[in-house]
C-alpha cells in the first residue's frame, strides 16, 4: 500500500473513537472481528521477524480487522467529526512535507492499512489530547527507526532532516525509537518503577539512537515527555475487544504498565483515559482456531519475556547496543 505522505488518510472506525474520546477503548459487542482473507505477514513492519512460531503468533494477532455494527460505527464518526471541527489539525512545512514525499519510504505498518495510517493517528490524538507538545513529534516518531528495523529513510539523510526541525522536536524524534525498544526491553521500566517516587530526581538519561547507534543523551524532563508520547503511540496497537482474552499482547502488556508507570509517577500528562476490561475470558464476535486459542493461553510473563528477548534481537542485528544510564541528581 503506496501513500503520500502528503495526503491524509481517513482513520478506522477504532482510531476515530479513540480520537474523539481521548481513550484506549474495548469495543466487545460493536465489532466482529475475523481474519484478513491472504493476510501477508511480509507485507508489514513485521516481516523482519524469524521463527515459525513468532511469526504465527504475530499473525494471529494483527492478521485481522473489525467490520463494525452500523449504528456503532455512526455514532464514532459523529463524535469523530465533532472533534476535527473543534481541534483543527496544523499544518506541516511545505519543507518538511516534501522531504517526506521525496526522500522517504513509508512501507505498510499495521495490517489495516499504511505507516502513515499509524503516524497520522498519532500526529490527530496528540493535537487534541497532549497539546502542551509538540504534535509533530508524533507525525515523524518512527522515521528513524522502527521496533523490528524498518526505516522509512537513511541515516545520511538525517542532518537534512534535522534542518526541518525545531531542537526540541528533534530531541524527540531522534529518541523516540530508541525509547521504545528500552521499554520492551525491561530494565528501564523497573528502574523507573523503583524510583517513581522521585521522578523529577531524574538529571540525564544516555542510551543509542537505533539506526546507527550514535550516543544520546536528554534531559530528565524530556525522558517523561517521551514516555508519555510512547502511552500514545500504543493506543494504536491494542485489540478492538476481547481485551480479557488478550491480555497477553505484548502491545498491550507494555501499554498497561506504563499506564500504571506514569500515574505512580505522577507524570501522566497526554490524556487518555483507560478503564481495565472484565476478566472474564469469554469471547465475543471473534471466531478461532484452535492455533490462534492456543496464543491466547500464553501466559503474561511469558509474552513479556519473548518481546523481551525479540527487541534484543532485533537490536543485535543492527549493531544497536540497548545500554541506557540514568544520572539522577544528588539528594
Same mark, same amino acid.
Given at each position: 500500500m503506496k501513500q503520500s505522505a502528503a495526503e491524509r488518510p481517513d482513520p478506522t472506525t477504532q482510531r476515530k473513537a479513540a480520537i474523539a474520546r481521548g481513550a484506549a477503548l474495548e469495543h466487545t459487542g460493536k465489532v466482529r472481528v475475523e481474519p484478513i482473507p491472504d493476510f501477508d505477514l511480509d507485507r508489514t513492519i513485521f516481516k523482519t521477524l524469524e521463527g515459525s512460531a513468532a511469526r504465527f503468533v504475530v499473525t494471529t494477532r494483527v492478521g485481522k480487522e473489525a467490520h463494525w455494527d452500523a449504528a456503532a460505527a455512526q455514532a464514532v464518526?459523529?463524535?469523530?467529526?465533532?472533534?476535527?471541527?473543534?481541534?483543527?489539525?496544523?499544518?506541516?512545512?511545505?519543507?518538511?512535507?516534501? $522531504?517526506? *514525499?521525496?526522500?522517504? +519510504? $513509508?512501507? *505498510?505498518?499495521?495490517? +489495516?492499512?499504511?505507516f502513515l495510517d499509524h503516524l497520522y493517528f498519532c500526529f490527530e490524538y496528540t493535537v487534541q489530547h497532549y497539546p502542551q507538545q509538540s504534535a509533530l513529534v508524533m507525525f515523524l516518531h518512527s522515521i528513524l527507526g522502527t521496533g523490528t528495523n524498518t526505516f522509512a529513510m537513511t541515516a545520511d539523510k538525517i542532518p537534512a532532516l534535522r534542518k526541518l526541525m525545531s531542537p526540541s522536536d528533534w530531541t524527540q524524534v531522534e529518541a523516540f525509537p530508541s525509547v521504545l525498544r528500552l521499554l520492551y526491553a525491561g530494565p528501564l521500566r523497573r528502574e523507573l518503577r523503583d524510583n517513581a517516587h522521585r521522578a523529577d530526581a531524574i538529571d540525564t538519561i544516555s542510551f543509542h539512537r537505533v539506526m546507527d547507534n550514535e550516543p544520546i543523551t536528554i534531559s530528565g524532563k524530556d525522558l517523561w515527555v517521551a514516555l508519555n508520547y510512547q502511552l500514545i503511540h500504543l493506543v494504536d496497537f491494542l485489540p478492538v475487544a476481547n481485551w480479557a482474552t488478550h491480555q497477553n499482547d505484548t502491545s498491550f502488556i507494555l501499554f498497561r504498565d506504563l499506564y500504571d508507570l506514569l500515574e505512580k509517577a505522577g507524570k501522566r500528562e497526554a490524556h487518555v483515559d483507560y478503564t481495565p476490561g472484565p476478566t472474564t475470558r469469554k469471547m465475543e464476535g471473534e471466531p478461532q482456531g484452535v492455533g490462534a486459542w492456543l496464543t491466547t493461553l500464553i501466559p503474561v510473563s511469558v509474552s513479556e519475556r519473548m518481546a523481551a528477548k525479540s527487541v534484543t534481537r532485533?537490536?543485535?542485528r543492527i549493531g544497536h547496543s540497548l545500554d541506557y544510564k540514568i544520572v539522577w541528581a544528588a539528594a
Open positions: 464518526q459523529a463524535e469523530y467529526e465533532g472533534a476535527r471541527a473543534a481541534h483543527p489539525l496544523p499544518a506541516v512545512s511545505a519543507e518538511l512535507m516534501q $522531504f517526506l *514525499v521525496s526522500e522517504c +519510504d $513509508f512501507d *505498510v505498518e499495521h495490517a +489495516d492499512g499504511s532485533f537490536s543485535e
